[in-house]
């Protein structure tokens, strides 16, 4: 069973960036297609962006697309969420996810992070 930890998340200045990062251990990372979904107050959890798992297939939101970036290290077992151009809007807590089958939608993830949050100031 894989265990994931985020990192990377702050507060930022609208325009700025941000790059999170998701440590995996506790299985073979190769194996997982992997996520980034986010969670703002008061709002369902939604997808940001996924990744398959040879890093070849990528999945965005249309809300994020052009200013997000997804990617994979999978000699270092982490997957990375590129965050420019931020918006308050963005502001959420950001989980990542971890399937043996590529999807894009909450219900196909099996395991996830706790979290990490990102504030985005105007």
């Known amino acids: 069973q894989v265990q994931l930890v985020e990192s990377g998340g702050g507060l930022v200045q609208a325009g700025g960036s941000l790059r999170l990062s998701c440590a995996a251990s506790?299985?073979?990372?190769?194996?997982?297609?992997m996520g980034w979904f986010r969670q703002a107050p008061g709002k369902e959890r939604e997808i940001v962006a996924a990744?398959?798992?040879?890093?070849?297939?990528?999945y965005y939101a249309d809300s994020v697309k052009g200013r997000f970036t997804i990617s994979r290290d999978n000699a270092k077992n982490t997957v990375y969420l590129q965050m420019n151009s931020l918006k308050p809007e963005d502001t959420a807590v950001y989980y990542c996810?971890?399937?043996?089958?590529?999807?894009?939608?909450?219900?196909?993830?099996?395991?996830w992070g706790q979290g990490t949050q990102v504030t985005v100031s105007s």
């Open positions: 996810a971890a399937d043996h089958q590529y999807g894009t939608t909450n219900w196909e993830y099996d395991y």
């Open positions: 506790g299985g073979t990372f190769s194996a997982y297609a």
């Open positions: 990744i398959s798992r040879s890093g070849g297939r990528t």
